[in-house]
């Protein structure tokens, strides 16, 4: 995934071959964007109010049946596609998240 602007890239690669396979635009790159930390439904729709919430889950399932996000069975949704080109100031964010995810972890 490459975001730039109000646009996201989905990008593919498969056998050392890269592809594009599609271009979110306007509401529907904010919502993928949105959902990449794992989102329960009603916090999807509190933060898209102004969509409807069967608008908003046909979407959701349409990323789900192509692969692209994942939905627990609580009804979580997670956007799969990797950034590749994060901005600089997420690399504090995700160094802290996995120092604190493996502070948790119990070793034997």
Known sequence: ????????????????????????????????????VCRDFDEICKAFPGIAKQALRFRLEGWVSRRWMCRSISDCYLALAVDLAPPASHFPVVADRFEETLSTVKTN
Request: hydrophobic share 40%; charged share 30%; glycine share 8%.
């Open 1 to 36: 995934m490459l975001a730039q602007g109000n646009e996201v890239h989905l990008i593919e690669e498969m056998e050392g071959e890269v592809r594009e396979i599609e271009t979110l635009t306007g509401l529907a790159a904010e919502l993928y964007l949105y959902c990449d």
